[in-house]
């Protein structure tokens, strides 16, 4: 009876919810999982877990978590905030970008997702600056060498059959 009127699905929730919010992240986690084994497509579950994961700084498994969120319910505005935090910790930008702007798309008055979107395009052009200046200093680097290769190297020396010819001729 508990599974057809889904409370045990409430439980696994509501206990994980829990030990997030005591910190005990590890143990959200083991409950996440229990519950996933019976409801493998629930949004809430997945979404739920990639932030415990993301407090346990596992940042990678995380987003798998937030994208299997995404992919049972595109609505979920929470779980598309969620993705665009971790992508941006992860500084990938862009895609934080477009996270932040699916979670507009769901819910436009979001602040969460509107301030998660002004930083990742932030960081979208401070990261597309410090290429643009790696680049530069890598081209300048490379011209640098090349100038002073054409302009320092030694003459090669004759081969020594060249000079005995030289030296007969005088």
Sequence with gaps: ???KTDALLYLYRDKAYAQI???KYTDAVVTLDEGLA?????????????????????????LMSY?????????YTTAHINRGNVLSQMGRYTEAVAAYNQANATDPF??????GLE????????????MTILTVIILIAII??????????????????????KSKKK
């Design 1 to 3: 009876m508990l599974i």
């Design 21 to 23: 919010q005591l910190d």
């Design 38 to 62: 019976s409801y493998p497509t629930d949004a809430m579950l997945w979404n739920n877990k990639g932030y415990a994961l993301e407090r346990l700084g596992k940042t990678q498994d995380a």
């Design 67 to 75: 994208d299997k969120s995404v992919s049972f319910d595109r609505n």
């Design 110 to 115: 979001n602040s969460a997702a509107t301030q």
């Design 119 to 130: 930083a990742a395009k932030k960081g979208e052009a401070e990261s597309t600056r410090t």
């Design 144 to 165: 640098g060498i090349v100038v002073w290769y054409v302009k320092f190297r030694k003459p090669a020396e004759p081969a020594p059959e060249a000079k005995k010819k």
